[in-house]
T-cell receptor, first 109, second 119 residues
């Protein structure tokens, strides 16, 4: 099956700093989403982005489908950005969704 | 829009009992629902995919007789953990996809999760 690797696995930032999270996948995908899992376990949709670039406030994401990676940019980080960030992909005509390994982000004041 | 609820949010049960977890899409019709399991500090592992009115498709290694999934309507799916044992203790999360307002039909929206502890 498709492999989805995220980097870095852990990241500590000073409040106000910028960061880039990466998601690599081993096969072509037709669906890619970024999620933020807060400390209580709730998964929050950030982007649906199988290709191209999108922005939402301090967050933006870019997926280069031909090169099989996606990037999530966080600018001017805040302590509330702390948590785990996952990308998840769907490949081919299958409904199965595969989650990446996750990046644990800690933003310190 | 695109709200998914899950009930209960946490449950503690004795070994050997069965536990039912409900997943509801509150403001859209979910043609497909997914059930995931997440162990501490790990990623989400897909257990099964269910389409309304059809039998669930289970991932390899997931016991269908132990984890019973029913998707009887476009807004409700249930996961029943039968004869639960301590090793079934985990965080169970459902998601729903469908024609939610303003979203793509295959976007997943997640419930808040259910923390199961089996004593």
């Amino acid at each position: 099956g498709i492999q989805v690797e995220q980097s870095p696995p852990d990241l500590i930032l000073q409040e106000g700093a910028n960061s880039t999270l990466r998601c690599n996948f081993s096969d072509s995908v037709n669906n890619l989403q970024w999620f933020h899992q807060n400390p209580w376990g709730q998964l929050i949709n950030l982007f649906y982005i199988p290709s191209g670039t999108k922005q939402n406030g301090r967050l933006s994401a870019t997926t280069v489908a031909t090169e099989r990676y996606s990037l999530l940019y966080i600018s001017s980080s805040q302590t509330t950005d702390s948590g785990v960030y996952f990308c998840a992909v769907r490949a081919g005509g299958y409904q199965k969704v595969t989650f990446g390994t996750g990046t644990k982000l800690q933003v310190i004041p | 829009g695109a709200v998914v609820s899950q009930h209960p949010s946490w449950v503690i049960c004795k070994s050997g009992t069965s536990v039912k977890i409900e997943c509801r899409s509150l403001d859209f019709q979910a043609t497909t629902m997914f059930w995931y399991r997440q162990f501490p500090k790990q990623s989400l592992m897909l257990m099964a995919t269910s389409n309304e009115g059809s039998k669930a498709t289970y991932e390899q290694g997931v016991e269908k007789d132990k984890f019973l999934i029913n998707h009887a309507s476009l807004t409700l799916s249930t996961l029943t953990v039968t004869s639960a044992h301590p090793e079934d203790s985990s965080f169970y999360i459902c998601s729903a996809s469908g024609a939610a307002s303003g979203g793509y039909t295959d976007t997943q929206y997640f419930g808040p999760g259910t923390r199961l502890t089996v004593l």
